[in-house]
Protein backbone atom coordinates (compact mmCIF):
# COMPACT_ATOMS: atom_id res chain seq x y z
CA UNK A 1 0.00 0.00 0.00
CA UNK A 2 2.64 2.48 0.90
CA UNK A 3 4.22 1.75 -2.98
CA UNK A 4 0.96 3.05 -4.35
CA UNK A 5 0.45 6.38 -1.18
CA UNK A 6 4.00 7.34 -2.29
CA UNK A 7 5.15 9.90 -4.58
CA UNK A 8 6.39 8.06 -7.28
CA UNK A 9 8.65 8.21 -10.57
CA UNK A 10 6.59 7.81 -13.54
CA UNK A 11 8.70 7.44 -17.22
CA UNK A 12 6.46 9.26 -19.70
CA UNK A 13 7.63 8.13 -23.27
CA UNK A 14 6.48 9.75 -26.36
CA UNK A 15 7.98 10.59 -29.66
CA UNK A 16 11.61 8.91 -28.90
CA UNK A 17 11.82 11.09 -25.36
CA UNK A 18 11.49 10.20 -21.79
CA UNK A 19 9.73 12.38 -19.31
CA UNK A 20 9.68 12.07 -15.26
CA UNK A 21 6.66 12.97 -13.45
CA UNK A 22 6.13 12.80 -9.34
CA UNK A 23 2.95 12.37 -8.73
CA UNK A 24 0.93 10.67 -5.84
CA UNK A 25 -0.19 6.71 -6.40
CA UNK A 26 -3.53 8.14 -5.17
CA UNK A 27 -3.61 10.73 -7.98
CA UNK A 28 -6.03 10.12 -11.18
CA UNK A 29 -4.34 9.59 -14.71
CA UNK A 30 -6.13 12.81 -15.76
CA UNK A 31 -3.90 14.33 -12.73
CA UNK A 32 -0.84 12.82 -14.29
CA UNK A 33 -2.10 13.81 -18.00
CA UNK A 34 -2.24 17.08 -16.46
CA UNK A 35 1.56 17.53 -15.15
CA UNK A 36 2.59 15.89 -18.60
CA UNK A 37 0.49 18.45 -20.63
CA UNK A 38 3.05 20.87 -18.50
CA UNK A 39 6.25 18.99 -19.47
CA UNK A 40 5.25 18.18 -23.46
CA UNK A 41 2.93 20.80 -24.45
CA UNK A 42 0.17 18.18 -26.05
CA UNK A 43 -2.89 18.73 -24.73
CA UNK A 44 -4.27 16.47 -21.63
CA UNK A 45 -7.26 15.79 -23.86
CA UNK A 46 -5.89 14.31 -26.58
CA UNK A 47 -3.23 11.88 -24.56
CA UNK A 48 -3.79 8.43 -24.37
CA UNK A 49 -1.36 6.45 -21.97
CA UNK A 50 -0.84 3.13 -22.13
CA UNK A 51 1.00 0.66 -19.58
CA UNK A 52 4.27 -0.45 -20.91
CA UNK A 53 3.21 -4.02 -18.52
CA UNK A 54 -0.40 -4.95 -19.31
CA UNK A 55 -0.65 -2.69 -22.42
CA UNK A 56 -4.27 -1.66 -21.52
CA UNK A 57 -5.17 2.37 -21.99
CA UNK A 58 -5.19 3.86 -18.45
CA UNK A 59 -8.76 5.03 -17.54
CA UNK A 60 -8.84 9.65 -16.57
CA UNK A 61 -11.24 8.35 -14.10
CA UNK A 62 -9.33 5.89 -11.56
CA UNK A 63 -6.60 6.74 -9.53
CA UNK A 64 -3.04 5.42 -10.87
CA UNK A 65 -2.62 2.79 -8.13
CA UNK A 66 -6.48 1.36 -9.07
CA UNK A 67 -5.07 0.54 -12.64
CA UNK A 68 -1.76 -1.28 -10.61
CA UNK A 69 0.50 1.57 -11.69
CA UNK A 70 3.90 1.66 -9.42
CA UNK A 71 6.99 3.36 -9.00
CA UNK A 72 9.11 3.90 -11.80
CA UNK A 73 6.94 2.14 -14.02
CA UNK A 74 6.80 3.20 -17.66
CA UNK A 75 3.86 4.56 -19.72
CA UNK A 76 3.42 4.72 -23.18
CA UNK A 77 1.78 8.13 -24.30
CA UNK A 78 0.10 8.23 -28.53
CA UNK A 79 -1.81 11.48 -29.36
CA UNK A 80 -5.49 10.75 -30.23
CA UNK A 81 -5.57 12.98 -33.85
CA UNK A 82 -8.62 13.72 -34.75
CA UNK A 83 -10.70 12.04 -37.97
CA UNK A 84 -10.42 14.42 -40.86
CA UNK A 85 -13.60 13.07 -42.44
CA UNK A 86 -15.21 14.11 -38.20
CA UNK A 87 -14.31 17.56 -39.79
CA UNK A 88 -16.07 17.46 -42.43
CA UNK A 89 -19.46 15.44 -41.50
CA UNK A 90 -19.60 18.04 -39.17
CA UNK A 91 -19.28 20.71 -41.71
CA UNK A 92 -22.29 19.41 -43.71
CA UNK A 93 -24.60 19.26 -40.25
CA UNK A 94 -23.86 22.73 -39.56
CA UNK A 95 -25.19 23.32 -42.99
CA UNK A 96 -27.90 21.88 -42.70
CA UNK A 97 -28.69 23.24 -39.53
CA UNK A 98 -28.28 26.23 -40.47
CA UNK A 99 -30.66 25.53 -43.61
CA UNK A 100 -33.17 24.64 -40.90
CA UNK A 101 -32.91 27.39 -38.82
CA UNK A 102 -33.07 29.69 -41.85
CA UNK A 103 -36.49 27.81 -42.76
CA UNK A 104 -38.18 28.01 -39.21
CA UNK A 105 -37.39 31.66 -39.60
CA UNK A 106 -39.72 32.21 -42.28
CA UNK A 107 -42.28 29.69 -40.78
CA UNK A 108 -42.05 31.89 -37.83
CA UNK A 109 -42.35 35.44 -39.49
CA UNK A 110 -45.30 33.76 -41.70
CA UNK A 111 -44.24 33.19 -44.95
CA UNK A 112 -44.72 30.41 -46.87
CA UNK A 113 -41.66 27.71 -47.14
CA UNK A 114 -42.51 25.12 -50.28
CA UNK A 115 -42.59 21.77 -48.33
CA UNK A 116 -39.30 20.49 -51.05
CA UNK A 117 -37.51 22.78 -49.08
CA UNK A 118 -37.74 20.67 -46.24
CA UNK A 119 -37.48 17.53 -48.46
CA UNK A 120 -33.95 18.53 -49.95
CA UNK A 121 -33.01 19.71 -46.47
CA UNK A 122 -33.57 15.83 -45.09
CA UNK A 123 -32.48 14.19 -48.28
CA UNK A 124 -29.04 16.47 -47.58
CA UNK A 125 -29.11 15.11 -43.85
CA UNK A 126 -29.45 11.97 -45.05
CA UNK A 127 -26.61 11.43 -47.04
CA UNK A 128 -24.58 12.48 -44.88
CA UNK A 129 -22.17 9.54 -44.63
CA UNK A 130 -20.91 7.79 -41.39
CA UNK A 131 -18.78 5.32 -42.85
CA UNK A 132 -15.33 5.50 -41.54
CA UNK A 133 -15.87 7.17 -38.05
CA UNK A 134 -15.24 4.89 -34.72
CA UNK A 135 -18.20 4.75 -32.46
CA UNK A 136 -17.44 7.45 -30.25
CA UNK A 137 -17.45 10.03 -33.45
CA UNK A 138 -20.56 8.39 -34.29
CA UNK A 139 -22.35 9.83 -31.26
CA UNK A 140 -20.77 12.88 -31.51
CA UNK A 141 -22.36 13.28 -35.07
CA UNK A 142 -25.64 11.99 -33.66
Sequence with gaps: ???????????????????????????????????VQRVTGVDAAAQILTSSVSRVHLCDELSLSEQDVMDRDKLEMAIDQPNPLLAGILEKLDAVRSTINELASQLEA?????????????????AISLDGLSEKERGEVR
Design 110 to 126: GDRVHEEMFTRTLEALD
Design 1 to 35: VARYCAEMKILVCHAGKRHEIMIAGTATVASLKEK
